[in-house]
Antibody, heavy 123, light 109 residues
Framework: EVQLVESGGGLVEPGGSLRLSCAGS????????MNWVRQAPGKGLEWVGR??????????DYAAPVRGRFIISRDDSKDTLYLQMNSLRNDDTGVYYC??????????????WGQGTLVTVSS | EIVLTQSPGTLSLSPGERATLSCRAG???????LAWYQQRPGQAPRLLIY???IRTTGIPDRFSGSGSGTDFTLTISRLEPEDFAVYYC??????????FGQGTKLEIK
C-alpha cells in the first residue's frame, strides 16, 4: 500500500523558514517523481513544485509564487522528500500535500496524496 | 502559463439529478493532459478521471469526462449523496508543469 506521511508543519512568523518532510513507502521511491501541492484554508489546490527521479535527471520545477524561496530535495536512502520554505509570507499559509504516482513516471495525473501538514504563517 | 477556469463556482442539485461541470483552459491542451479530482471535506483529493475521459480504477461509471482543445466537462449522470463535494480539474505536462482549476462545489439543493 502506498503511503505518504508529511511532517514538519507548524506556526512560523512572516519572513521565517520551515522544512517539511514526506516519508514514502509502498512504492519504488527512488524511481518516483514527487510533487508538493498546497491548499490555503477554504481555497483550491495549488501546485508548488516537482522533483524528478535521479535516473530522470533529478531536475526540479517550481510554481512562480514560490520560485527563489522554496527548495525541493529528496534523500532516496531514506525514501524522504523535503520542502525547504524560506522568506515565508502570510499567503503561504495552508495544508501542504506530498503527492506521487505509482508509475509510469512523468508530469502525469496524481494518484497518491499524503494526509497533508498545516503551515501557518502569522505574527 | 496554462490557466484553468472552472464553472460554475457552486452547483446546487438534488440526488438523482445530472451534474455538468466545466473546465476551460486559457490555451489549447492535449486531451492526454486533463484530469478531474474529487475532494470531500477534511480529505485529500481523489483522482477520478485522467486523459480527459479515462476513469481511474474503482470510480463508478456514472462519472464521465469529455472535451478537447480548451473546453472539458465532467458529467455525473445520477447524483448519489456521496458525490456532493468539491471537484477540481488539473492539467499536467504543460507550463507550468501542473495547474489546477479553482474548483466547483457541488452541494445538495
Amino acid at each position: 500500500e502506498v503511503q505518504l506521511v508529511e511532517s514538519g508543519g507548524g506556526l512560523v512568523e512572516p519572513g521565517g523558514s520551515l522544512r517539511l518532510s514526506c516519508a514514502g513507502s509502498g512504492f519504488p521511491f527512488t524511481a518516483a517523481w514527487m510533487n508538493w501541492v498546497r491548499q490555503a484554508p477554504g481555497k483550491g489546490l495549488e501546485w508548488v513544485g516537482r522533483i524528478k527521479s535521479k535516473t530522470d535527471s533529478g531536475s526540479i520545477d517550481y510554481a512562480a509564487p514560490v520560485r527563489g524561496r522554496f527548495i525541493i530535495s529528496r534523500d532516496d536512502s531514506k525514501d524522504t522528500l523535503y520542502l525547504q520554505m524560506n522568506s515565508l509570507r502570510n499567503d503561504d499559509t495552508g495544508v501542504y500535500y506530498c503527492t506521487t504516482r505509482n508509475g509510469p513516471y512523468g508530469d502525469l495525473p496524481i494518484d497518491y496524496w499524503g494526509q497533508g501538514t498545516l503551515v501557518t504563517v502569522s505574527s | 502559463e496554462i490557466v484553468l477556469t472552472q464553472s460554475p463556482g457552486t452547483l446546487s442539485l438534488s440526488p438523482g439529478e445530472r451534474a455538468t461541470l466545466s473546465c476551460r483552459a486559457g490555451q489549447t491542451i492535449s486531451s492526454k493532459s486533463l484530469a478531474w479530482y474529487q475532494q470531500r471535506p477534511g480529505q485529500a483529493p481523489r483522482l477520478l478521471i485522467y486523459d480527459t475521459s479515462i476513469r481511474t480504477t474503482g470510480i463508478p461509471d456514472r462519472f464521465s469526462g469529455s472535451g478537447s482543445g480548451t473546453d472539458f466537462t465532467l458529467t455525473i449522470s445520477r447524483l448519489e449523496p456521496e458525490d456532493f463535494a468539491v471537484y477540481y480539474c488539473h492539467q499536467y505536462g504543460g507550463s507550468p508543469r501542473h495547474s489546477f482549476g479553482q474548483g466547483t462545489k457541488l452541494e445538495i439543493k
